[in-house]
Structure formats: C-alpha cells, structure tokens
C-alpha cells in the first residue's frame, strides 16, 4: 500500500491511497462468500454458485461496495498511523478514483491537520476583578433553602389545600387512548408547584386520602410532544396521602442538627452560610477570570482552524450528549424529535462552542509547548487517585488502563500540560478593580473634542 499527501488550503490535506489488486480482489472474494447464500442461478444449488459464474452474470462490479467498505476502513488507518508527522483532525472525506477486479484500489481521503498557532501576548492579561462579598439579605436566602431542605411531610386526613403534597396514581388518554408518559404510581405533587399541565394541580384541591377524580386539561399548543400539542386529555386519577409541608423553625436546635461545629443560629450563618455562599462566588470569579483570560489570549493568538475540524467536533460533542442522554434513558433521536430539530440541525448549533473548545485547546497546547510543561510521574498519579475517586475504582486498576494503552497515556499527558498551562496564564495574569475597566471604557468612547 502507498500514501500521498497534497498539502491543500487552511490546513486541509489530501490522501491518496493506493491499495494492491491482490488485497481488493480478496475483499471481492470476501464479499462474494457474504452474499453467495443468497444468489439464485438456476441449475446450481442456493449457495453453491461458484463466483466466476456469478461475476459473468451479473458482473463482477455487484461486490465491488461491500468490497471497498472492507478495504477502506483498514487501509485508511495504516495511513493515518504511518503519517506521524501529521494529526489529522477530522473525519475523512471519502472519494474512490479506482475500482476495479484484477486493478489496484485507489480512493482519496480529504482531511483536517492540526493549525499551527502563532501566539500573541498570553501573560500579564488585565481581567476585571471585584471583591467577593456576601450581604445578610443572600445569608437569610441561603438559610431558607436550607430550612427547605429540612422539611417535614406528614401524612394527614384533610382536604388538599395549594402549598400541600398529594401522593398520586394517575393514568391520562387522549380519546380514550393512553399516551407515553402519562401513567405513573406513587407520585408526589405538590399543589401549586406548576409542575404540571396547567389546570391539573388547580382540580386537585379539596381532594382527600381514597379519593378517585377526573381530571380535564388541555396541553398546551406549543407541548414539547408534538402529537399532544393542543388535545385534550382525561386523566384517572386516585389519591393515596395528603401530606402537610411543615419546615423547621430557625433557632439554635436547627443550627445544631446541621452542623456539628455550631451551637447557635448566629453560629450557623456564619461559620456555614456566609462562607458557603463565598466559596461558591469565588468559584464563580475564580471561572469568570479564567474566561476572560482565555478569550483575550486566543484573540491576541493567530491560527486558521479547518471547518472540517470544527464539523468532526461539533459531532462528537452531539453523540456524548447522547450518551448522556442514554444514561438517563432517553435516546438521542426521541430528544431531537421532542425539540422538532434534526441531527444535522442540532450538530450546527454546536459547531460555535466547538470552535471556542478548539480555540482554547490549540492555544493552551501551544503555551505547553512554549513554556516547556512536562507532565511528570507525580502529575499523573495524581489524576490516577483523582479518576480512582470518582470512579469509585482501585487506583491500581485506573494506573492499568492507562499503562497499557498508548493513546490513552498520550491524552492524559497532555490533558495535564494543558491545565497547568491554564494555571500559568491565570496565576500570571493581572486584576484591574472593575471601576478602572469601566473607567477605562467610558474614557475609549467618549468622542474627541
């Protein structure tokens, strides 16, 4: 097998690779088991047509694209691998040239190659800082979350009022038809939450334990399933438990029940509250500059990222969504159904993220590169222990996988060079007060006199 490359425009390139007629006619043999069990000649027994009979009445071009999807796939990869001085960053875009019995198999692969990034200044960038601050009106916010945390449902013979909790069985149709999600057991709805087909909760008020209702609603005429927009629909419904909400009173006990380092409600507002509400908004700065670093950086940077690129990225962020999706049992087509979009659609609204995600990769890699960061032992025992965490797995089983793959190792390496690349430029970088940006801008737009 040979490869040539043609060097094309912003970072694109071709691959012409030349299979051997000998490795193609195999696949054509290949294909022609595949499918023999299926051919009918008369005078020959199903499955028993020799191949050159075969081939002589119906031609032997019926196996050439079973042929060429066997032959492409292996012959494409042998091609990547041995072109290590390019990284291709793209799915192929295919076309045969040759294909042929007896001829050598010849098809073209038109790919994406890793940009070249020229930086521009990435230390010393000015970010807008100001000064995390936590007031009483976000403590008592906080705590009320809390005190909602800690609720209380009792179980009470009462009619249902709005604020209460219904333990529910309910089962919908739509003439007389039951649809896809709407039957459930056990269910608890709290009256007034809004959480469901407006007008359902509003027909449960007043109901008791044992209770059995009708209940009419319409949904709405832009429901997310489209075939339920605007019907109406019955549902059955029979009430198990009403439950009154009670929440925890305020005082030194409830301070007390959650955390041990308190003994007053002062104690817990400020040792718990205050300092949970500044963690979290420091995190949020902590974010907020990282974001500004990096947009500034990659603007000051120069590189020219292949659409081809962008496309194979905005794809694969499609299918892990996907994937999470499945974890929580839904599909990816259902969803995109659900949200009236295709695949096609859904993978364009991605490809602004992906050229964002690809921004910041090249150019942290690049800064790596520049500020020779190596990921050394102790870096990567570190993350072997941090995955072993989260994994809930034997760091030795973790150290394993990754020992024993190649790419894998490669990958983490280079996930670590990148976020101490992060940390460089972030540490590096130079916090202005938020007046003095404003300041600053104002001054930029003003007009001259």
Do not use: W
Request: with cysteine; glycine share 6%.
């Amino acid at each position: 097998m040979s490869v040539d490359v043609e060097r094309l425009e912003h970072n694109m390139a071709k691959l012409t690779i030349t299979v051997p007629a000998e490795t193609f006619d195999k696949a054509v043999t290949e294909a022609y088991k595949k499918m023999k069990n299926r051919i009918a000649v008369p005078g020959f027994r199903k499955g028993k047509v020799p191949q050159a009979v075969v081939e002589k009445m119906y031609g032997p071009d019926m196996f050439y694209e079973d042929a060429a999807n066997r032959v492409i796939p292996d012959a494409y990869g042998q091609a990547a691998d041995e072109l290590k001085d390019l990284t291709i960053t793209s799915e192929p875009q295919l076309d045969i040239v040759q294909i042929g019995k007896g001829q050598e198999f010849i098809f073209t692969a038109e790919v994406a190659l890793k940009p070249e990034v020229k930086l521009g200044e990435y230390k010393g960038i000015s970010v807008p800082v100001e000064p995390v601050e936590v007031s009483d009106e976000e403590i008592e916010e906080e705590l009320k979350r809390e005190q909602e945390k800690n609720k209380r449902e009792i179980p009470e013979e009462k009619e249902a009022e709005k604020d209460d909790v219904v333990n529910i069985d309910y089962k919908g149709t739509v003439n007389g038809v039951e649809f896809d999600g709407g039957s459930a057991d056990g269910y608890d709805l709290k009256l007034g939450s809004g959480s469901f087909i407006p007008g359902f909760e509003d027909q449960l008020i007043g109901v008791k334990p044992g209770d059995q209702k009708e209940v009419n609603v319409t949904f709405p005429s832009d429901y997310y399933a489209q075939d339920l927009a605007g019907k109406d629909a019955v549902f059955n419904v029979k009430v198990n438990q009403v439950k009154v909400v009670k929440l925890p009173i305020l005082d030194d006990e409830f301070a007390q029940d959650i955390s041990e380092e308190c003994d007053t409600l002062d104690d817990l507002k400020e040792k718990v509250i205050r300092k949970r509400i500044a963690d979290r908004k420091q995190e949020s700065a902590d974010r907020d500059k990282q974001e500004h670093v990096m947009e500034n950086i990659v603007a000051n940077a120069e590189m020219d990222i292949p659409e081809a690129m962008i496309l194979t990225q905005a794809r694969q962020m499609t299918d892990r969504f996907g994937q999470q999706l499945q974890m929580q049992g839904m599909n990816l087509e259902t969803y995109l159904q659900y949200m009236g979009v295709t695949r096609e659609d859904y993978d364009k609204q991605m490809e602004p993220q992906a050229k964002h995600n690809i921004e910041n990769r090249l150019v942290l890699e690049a800064i790596a590169d520049a500020e020779n960061i190596e990921a050394g032992d102790e870096d990567k025992q570190k993350e072997f222990e941090k995955m072993a965490q989260m994994y809930n797995m034997k760091v030795e089983d973790i150290t394993k996988m990754f020992t024993d793959s190649e790419d894998e190792m490669d990958a983490l390496i280079q996930d670590i060079r990148v976020n101490k690349a992060l940390d460089i430029v972030t540490e590096a970088a130079v916090g202005v007060p938020v007046e003095k940006v404003e300041a600053s801008v104002d001054e930029e737009a003003a007009p001259e006199e």
